[in-house]
């Protein structure tokens, strides 16, 4: 059985570039770019909560990093350096280095460097945590908010809504896909992207974002609450996957695309003066970008209508502890 240090050295030990000081020490030592704020961030992965027990290592590796880097991204920030601490029931090398495959894939790809953590056994229960903490870079002053939403701005949403959720409800054999289909919504489950490029464009256009973790209506919440104000949605042009047309099911199309969780698009406010500005940068981009509302000063008000102008029930985002 190899010793704690040993499968850090293994498994977690790179060279470090970015950073002064990486892994090995009692602290990493790191330098902000000069005149740069850092952008600070920590997302937490409980297996039976986030994941499903027994989830694909790899690709466990390359979410519990990708959740983090949207974080950033949401901020407009661009991803330097991140810590993991894991809990795990056991020393076990095959799923350590399936994980570490699927973490440092997707680090180098964003150039992020791993530069420490901790790594410990979980007590009672034969269950995995993983906890990350990601450090990014923004200009003083640009990084987008939650709280800059005003009466009169559009809302837009990147890329599509409910197919994460949808991956979730076929894993759980609650809907029946053809094999293709069931791979992209697993995929759009288990392998998000973060919209980093897209946050970092959003400086100076968006007046608020987040990223819909949580689902877009309590996503939204978030932002009308920080702000101030309330939101008109038309949810025909709730941007979603084209799946959902074939199953023809209006239910579950409604509630994985208003309230499902996991997608890690970017929710953004823009003013409606700034529209042309957006859609060429989703042409840019390549990256499609709804607008599907605007916001209004009817304080923590949001409304979603159908194409017969009828208000959707309201809908909550997920909470933990509801
Ligand atoms: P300490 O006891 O001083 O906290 P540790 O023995 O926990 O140090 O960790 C040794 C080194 O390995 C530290 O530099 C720590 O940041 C790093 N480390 C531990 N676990 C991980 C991990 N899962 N990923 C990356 N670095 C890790
Ligand atoms: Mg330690």
Same mark, same amino acid.
């Given at each position: 059985?190899?010793?704690?240090?040993?499968?850090?050295?293994?498994?977690?030990?790179?060279? *470090?570039?970015?950073?002064?000081?990486?892994?090995?020490?009692?602290?990493?030592?790191?330098?902000?770019?000069?005149?740069?704020?850092?952008?600070?961030?920590?997302?937490?992965?409980?297996?039976?909560? $986030?994941?499903?027990?027994?989830?694909?290592?790899?690709?466990?590796?390359?979410?519990?990093?990708?959740?983090?880097?949207?974080?950033?991204?949401?901020?407009?920030?661009?991803?330097?350096? +991140?810590?993991?601490?894991? /809990?795990?029931? !056991?020393?076990?090398?095959?799923?350590?280095?399936?994980?570490?495959?699927?973490?440092?894939?997707?680090?180098?790809?964003?150039?992020?460097?791993?530069?420490?953590?901790?790594?410990?056994?979980?007590?009672?229960? /034969? !269950?995995?945590?993983?906890?990350?903490?990601?450090?990014?870079?923004?200009?003083?002053?640009?990084?987008?908010?939650?709280?800059?939403?005003?009466?009169?701005?559009?809302?837009?949403?990147? @890329?599509?809504?409910?197919?994460?959720?949808? &991956?979730?409800?076929?894993?759980?054999?609650?809907?029946?896909?053809? $094999?293709?289909? *069931?791979?992209?919504?697993?995929?759009?489950?288990?392998?998000?992207?973060?919209?980093?490029?897209?946050?970092?464009?959003?400086?100076?256009?968006?007046?608020? *974002?987040?990223?819909? !973790?949580?689902?877009?209506?309590?996503?939204?919440? $978030?932002?009308?609450?920080?702000?101030?104000?309330? /939101?008109?949605?038309?949810?025909?042009?709730?941007?979603?996957?084209?799946?959902?047309?074939?199953? &023809?099911? *209006?239910?579950?199309?409604?509630?994985?695309?208003?309230? @499902?969780?996991?997608?890690?698009?970017?929710?953004?406010? /823009?003013?409606?003066?700034?529209?042309?500005?957006?859609?060429?940068?989703?042409?840019?981009? +390549?990256?499609?970008?709804?607008?599907?509302?605007?916001?209004?000063?009817?304080?923590?008000?949001?409304?979603?209508?159908?194409?017969?102008?009828?208000?959707?029930?309201?809908?909550?985002?997920?909470?933990?502890?509801?």
């Amino acid at each position: 059985m190899p010793s704690e240090f040993e499968l850090i050295r293994r498994f977690f030990e790179r060279p *470090a570039r970015g950073a002064r000081l990486g892994v090995g020490d009692d602290c990493a030592l790191i330098a902000p770019s000069p005149g740069m704020d850092l952008a600070v961030s920590t997302d937490m992965l409980a297996e039976g909560i $986030h994941f499903l027990a027994g989830a694909d290592a790899r690709r466990l590796g390359h979410k519990s990093l990708a959740v983090n880097i949207s974080d950033l991204a949401a901020m407009g920030a661009s991803p330097r350096w +991140a810590t993991l601490a894991l /809990a795990l029931p !056991s020393a076990d090398e095959a799923w350590l280095s399936e994980f570490s495959a699927g973490f440092f894939a997707l680090a180098e790809r964003s150039g992020v460097e791993l530069i420490g953590g901790d790594t410990t056994r979980s007590s009672n229960s /034969a !269950s995995i945590t993983i906890c990350i903490t990601i450090f990014g870079e923004v200009p003083p002053g640009v990084a987008l908010l939650r709280s800059g939403a005003k009466p009169g701005d559009d809302i837009w949403v990147s @890329g599509e809504l409910g197919s994460a959720a949808l &991956g979730l409800a076929q894993r759980l054999g609650r809907v029946t896909l053809s $094999h293709q289909d *069931a791979d992209y919504v697993t995929r759009r489950l288990e392998l998000p992207d973060a919209r980093v490029e897209l946050g970092v464009r959003l400086r100076g256009l968006a007046t608020s *974002a987040i990223d819909v !973790s949580d689902g877009f209506a309590g996503d939204l919440m $978030h932002i009308l609450e920080r702000s101030g104000a309330g /939101a008109l949605v038309r949810y025909e042009s709730l941007p979603r996957c084209a799946v959902f047309a074939k199953l &023809g099911d *209006a239910g579950l199309e409604q509630r994985c695309v208003v309230s @499902g969780g996991d997608d890690y698009e970017l929710l953004f406010t /823009a003013n409606a003066a700034r529209r042309g500005d957006v859609e060429r940068l989703a042409r840019e981009l +390549a990256l499609p970008l709804a607008c599907v509302g605007s916001v209004t000063g009817a304080e923590g008000k949001l409304q979603i209508f159908d194409a017969a102008g009828r208000a959707l029930p309201a809908a909550g985002g997920f909470d933990h502890f509801k």
